[in-house]
């Protein structure tokens, strides 16, 4: 069993800065990818951006490319979704998730585990 446990939302300005992190336990982090997801309100969950389980390899969907970036670090347990120049179309309840396997994947059906999610309001 994993436990991921989202921090960081809230409310921020655009173009302002955020970082989410997302902290495992239960299995060793090392051993799967991770992605996060984002839902906003009346619409489906998309994929945000994705990691190996190494780091090497990354995803990041075209509406954030070039925005946000995905990283961890295997030592914390933590994944991180570096979120720069956000809009207001970004705001969404972000969930971070964990699929075995050291690939990443795109689709959320691909997960084995999921948080609880954060919420990122992109407002003025």
């Known amino acids: 069993q994993v436990q991921l446990i989202e921090s960081g939302g809230g409310l921020v300005e655009p173009g302002k800065s955020l970082r989410l992190s997302c902290a495992a336990s239960?299995?060793?982090?090392?051993?799967?990818?991770m992605g996060w997801f984002r839902q906003a309100p009346g619409k489906e969950r998309e994929s945000v951006a994705a990691?190996?389980?190494?780091?090497?390899?990354?995803f990041v969907a075209t509406p954030v490319a070039g925005r946000f970036t995905i990283s961890r670090d295997n030592a914390k347990n933590t994944v991180y979704l570096q979120m720069d120049s956000p809009k207001p179309e970004d705001t969404a309840a972000y969930y971070c998730?964990?699929?075995?396997?050291?690939?990443?994947?795109?689709?959320?059906?691909?997960?084995?585990?999921w948080g609880q999610g954060t919420q990122v309001t992109v407002s003025s």
């Open positions: 998730a964990a699929r075995m396997g050291a690939g990443f994947r795109v689709s959320a059906r691909e997960y084995d585990y």
């Open positions: 239960g299995r060793p982090f090392s051993t799967y990818g």
């Open positions: 990691i190996s389980s190494d780091g090497d390899s990354t």
